[in-house]
Every structure is written in C-alpha cells, then in structure tokens.
C-alpha cells in the first residue's frame, strides 16, 4: 500500500511545488474547513461517543457522501444521475432501519454501557 509521504513525494515531482495564493477568501475558505468542518465535527463525534451506541453512531457515517450529494446539487447546481440518487436513497433507506429504536436485541448490552446504569 502506497503511503502519504510517497504521494506526496510523487505528486511533487509530477505537478511540481504547490502554488498557494493566500486571497481573504482562500484564508476564510480555509478556516471554515479547519474549524466547521474538521474540528467542530470531532468534538461533536466524541461527545456523541460518550452518550450513544456505537452501533447506531457509526450507521451515521454512512451520511458523509449523501451530504456531499445533497450539497453539491444545492450549493454548486450540479446535477445527479437517477444512479446517484437511486444510490442516496438506499443509503437512506439503510439508515433508517439500521436505527429504528427496539430493533436491537437487549440482551446483547456492552457492561461499560453509561446509560444503562443508575449512577450515570
């Protein structure tokens, strides 16, 4: 498997050095991603792991490319194929039964389970 570093290696020597143009809105752009996107996500991640399953959790990860779909079709005015949105409709669909409450069986608990507990 081909790591960061040969990629970034090879794609110096292909492309050759990155040219940044630091504009207000280059810095602005850059700063939303760090902050919204990657920061303010993380904390949201870990704080939702201390107060739910993570089973269910991660069924939600399975959101990022309809969220990518959905937003490039409303922001960018790309437009989707009956594929693309035949596809966004079965991650839905799973998404929807994966996390229909009672549909876990409770005999299968985790003993660190917070919630669970009287004391929590």
């Not at 996500?41 to 309809?66: C, F, G, K, M, N």
Request: net charge neutral; aromatic share 6%.
């Amino acid at each position: 498997m081909i790591g960061g570093g040969t990629l970034l290696v090879t794609a110096a020597i292909v492309e050759g050095p990155p040219v940044i143009t630091w504009t207000p809105t280059f810095v602005l752009a850059l700063l939303w991603m760090a902050l919204a996107g990657t920061a303010a996500t993380t904390v949201a991640w870990y704080t939702e792991t201390q107060r739910s399953r993570l089973d269910i959790l991660t069924t939600w990860t399975t959101l990022v490319p309809v969220f990518g779909i959905i937003l490039s079709v409303a922001l960018l005015q790309e437009t989707q194929s009956p594929l693309g949105w035949a596809g966004t409709a079965v991650v839905v669909g799973s998404i929807t039964l994966l996390t229909i409450p009672g549909r876990h069986a409770d005999s299968i608990s985790s003993p660190t389970r917070r919630h669970d507990s009287p004391t929590a």
